[in-house]
T-cell receptor, first 111, second 116 residues
Framework: GNSVTQMEGPVTLSEEAFLTINCTYT??????LFWYVQYPGEGLQLLLK?????DKGSNKGFEATYRKETTSFHLEKGSVQVSDSAVYFC??????????FGAGTRLTVKP | GAVVSQHPSRVICKSGTSVKIECRSL??????MFWYRQFPKKSLMLMAT?????????EQGVEKDKFLINHASLTLSTLTVTSAHPEDSSFYIC????????????FGPGTRLTVT
């Protein structure tokens, strides 16, 4: 079945550092890929998405490229801020079944 | 667009009572709704999938008699935790999907349930 493997962390960075959170997936067909962010005590917010191979999703300085050859969708940001501290979930949807989530990566950014 | 609301956002109840959580799609019709449970510092665990007008499909290990799900209309699904116990305390999140955009789910803000 479909699955998502995500770097679990926790990840602690200093402000303005470069961020990478690795995400790889297993799926049949052509799934859509997502990154969600969850702030403490809140639900999931869609951060970015990509619907086909080589698509790049981007939002708020975050980027991720749908790489079919490596089955990856790594999240990157060039310069993190304290306000980026949150839990990040990589997810996959094949359009038929429920969305599959990675384990989540807790990011803490220190000033 | 594509906003999903949940009510209440927080609820505290006594052991043995029942609690109902509502999930509404505010500006679209949700043909399918999902209910997730999230334990502290963990990922989301799918509890059940419900399609409008039909019975919910529960994941293995989820007690259907304890977690009653009703998807009465294209904009409303409810989760009722019956005879709640402290171990049912958790963060419950719903999401909704449309027929048009089957790949994407829209998530509610979650409900924090505390059973004392």
């Amino acid at each position: 079945g479909n699955s998502v493997t995500q770097m679990e962390g926790p990840v602690t960075l200093s402000e303005e550092a470069f961020l990478t959170i690795n995400c790889t997936y297993t799926a049949t067909g052509y799934p859509s890929l997502f990154w969600y962010v969850q702030y403490p005590g809140e639900g999931l917010q869609l951060l970015l998405k990509a619907t086909k191979a080589d698509d790049k999703g981007s939002n708020k300085g975050f980027e991720a490229t749908y790489r079919k050859e490596t089955t990856s969708f790594h999240l990157e940001k060039g310069s993190v801020q304290v306000s980026d501290s949150a839990v990040y979930f990589c997810a996959l949807s094949d359009g038929n079944n429920d969305m599959r989530f990675g384990a989540g990566t807790r990011l803490t950014v220190k000033p | 667009g594509a906003v999903v609301s949940q009510h209440p956002s927080r609820v505290i109840c006594k052991s043995g009572t029942s609690v109902k959580i509502e999930c509404r799609s505010l500006d679209f019709q949700a043909t399918t709704m999902f209910w997730y449970r999230q334990f502290p510092k963990k990922s989301l665990m799918l509890m059940a999938t419900s399609n409008e007008g039909s019975k919910a499909t529960y994941e293995q290990g989820v007690e259907k008699d304890k977690f009653l799900i009703n998807h009465a209309s294209l904009t409303l699904s409810t989760l009722t935790v019956t005879s709640a116990h402290p171990e049912d305390s958790s963060f419950y999140i719903c999401s909704a999907r449309t027929r048009i955009s089957a790949y994407e789910q829209y998530f509610g803000p979650g409900t924090r349930l505390t059973v004392t």
